[in-house]
């Protein structure tokens, strides 16, 4: 492995160790080794949940970045990503990602670029965004809830961590979907914790539908609950629910959270601890997965001409969810509440250094993604629902 200083070679082992190259660059070029430190960052908060839980959970951070390729096959696609739902194209002035990952997403990238699409959508979006800039597309995404993004790096500070505490025993309840917010509930739970996964009637977690053990790995031993938030007698529910909880986990937009009837900051301010998760921050509107978040906030790898391609698989949700899980078990000196604005292109942007540049290495220096080995059983949805409503009866009642 390469590099000018030990610091340089440092990131480097922790990039080949991780599993990312393997899925970083063309599928007929060689691996390549990303800029930035997001491998050494991920190691570094999987050493602090090691402490904050007495060695307990014991978990290799970097691997966790690439884990999900072990289970659903992935390969590097270069400018499209390893799980081929976003797409790295030039734009007037750069270059942008744009994902089609949701059943709505084609008519969605239709209204963006002004004409119905009944076919394949790229050809179409690729032709627009040459004639049109990064600026462009960002605003006309945003009013639109499209997750697409120029590539526009810019300096960003991830939520550091307070003071350590144990989380053994705590209530979680979990709201979010897809990676990043259940990867933080899962360790949690490893950790000890009690988590109960919330879903609605209408909206399930879509990762239901995705690669079946890694869904069991993140989920397995905690317990689901379906509530519909448009019924009053549920709506109670769900407040109570979130009354009993230690910590909450949700990663949706503020104005959604007020369709639910929920209060992050009067939550912190009661003394829990409130995780905020979501794509720009809590006062941004603007919609993301974890491929266009990352590739947004600078984080791609580039081949020689400069091209660039795309770094691991989503890697902005993993990278998030470590994050997560180190601020879920702190707390401020005080053991007061805490709401954590966790905006994931922040995550993302303060792994990377202007200095810092891409990199090809041999196979034989990488390690593959691998998967941990799954242990119990994910909840069917819903499963838990009237046992949990009857213990909060009791409680509240």
Known sequence: MSGASGEVSHRVRD?????VPALTGYADGPPLIPPGSA??????????IAAATGGRVRLDGARLLSERAAFTGFGRGGTTSAGRHCRLLPTADGWAAVSCARPDDPVLLGALICRDIDDDPWPHVSD????HSG????????????????????????????HPRPVDGLRVVDFSALWAGPLCAHLLGL??????????????????RGEPGFYRLLHAGHESVVLDPGDPGQRGALADLVASADIVIE???PRALIGFGLDAQGFADSGGTWISITAHGRGSNRIGFGDDIAAGAGLVARTGDGTPVFVGDAIADPLTG?????LAMSEPA?????????AMSSVVAATLDPASVTESIDEAQIITPSRREVTGDAPPSGRDTDSVLAELGRRFG
Do not use: M, N
Not at 141 to 153: K, N, R, S, W, Y
Not at 197 to 202: A, D
Not at 322 to 326: D, E, F, G, S
């Open 251 to 253: 990663a949706s937009r």
């Open 135 to 162: 600026a462009e597309l960002a605003e006309r995404a945003e009013l639109l809830g499209v997750a697409a993004a120029p590539i526009a790096p810019a300096p960003a500070a991830a939520p550091q961590p307070l």
């Open 191 to 208: 950790a000890g914790a009690r988590v109960i996964k919330v879903e609605t009637p209408t909206r399930p977690d879509g990762a239901r």
């Open 128 to 131: 627009w965004l040459r004639t």
């Open 322 to 326: 470590l994050t997560a899980a180190v």
């Open 334 to 342: 005080d053991g007061s509440g805490r709401l954590w604005d966790v």
């Open 39 to 48: 491998a050494t960052v991920a190691r570094r908060h999987a050493d602090r």
């Open 15 to 19: 990039w080949a160790e991780s599993g």
